[in-house]
């Protein structure tokens, strides 16, 4: 199962992608949590995205799409991954598709998380709250300033890749706000 899971920011891929990965028995990859441990583990990259990231920016195309390219080709990834967070401009999809063109891959499904935008500020601060809680540490990221600009970009950037793969006819959508579960349910419909 190879699986590209869109929404904005806060709508939930992470936390379904999760659950799809026990499911499909398939990895999660996240560009957003490569790009983080990146960062922390100060590599070139990281060095190059930090400052991008932390204000709510986007990291380049070639960068996103050349850890991308390198990471389906690793052992886990052999039966499938879902991919979160990626591509998030039509210049990714387009370079997404002809990577998989040249590696002889095929998307099984392409589904968006739809969400009503106004409930997604509250749910990163609650996701904020509930990271310091547990003792954890608070992506930089997830801020109300740098937030505002993620929307932003998601809205000028990423809106178009649904728009993108909905005139292939390849577009799934399931409703984002309902509760976790029942989006779980919903998206194990759609995939079948
Ligand atoms: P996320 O965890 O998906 O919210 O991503 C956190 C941050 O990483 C984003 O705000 C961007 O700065 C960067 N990022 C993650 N994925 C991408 C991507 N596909 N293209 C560009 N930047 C990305």
Known sequence: MRLILLGPPGAGKGTQAARLTEKFKIPQLSTGDMLRAAVKAGTPIGLQAKA?????????????????????????????????????????AKALDELLAKKSMGLDAIVELKVDENALLARIEKRAAE??????????????????VRLVSYREQTAPVSAYYASKGVLKTVDGMAPIDEVTKALDSVLG
């Open 131 to 148: 990271t310091l809680a547990a003792g954890g540490t608070v992506r930089a990221d997830d801020n109300p300033e740098a937030f505002k």
């Open 52 to 92: 991008v990231m932390d204000a709510g920016g986007l990291v380049s195309d070639e960068i996103v799409c050349g850890i991308i390219s390198d990471r389906i080709e690793q052992a886990d990834a052999k039966n499938g991954f879902i991919l979160d967070g990626f591509p998030r401009t039509v210049a990714q």
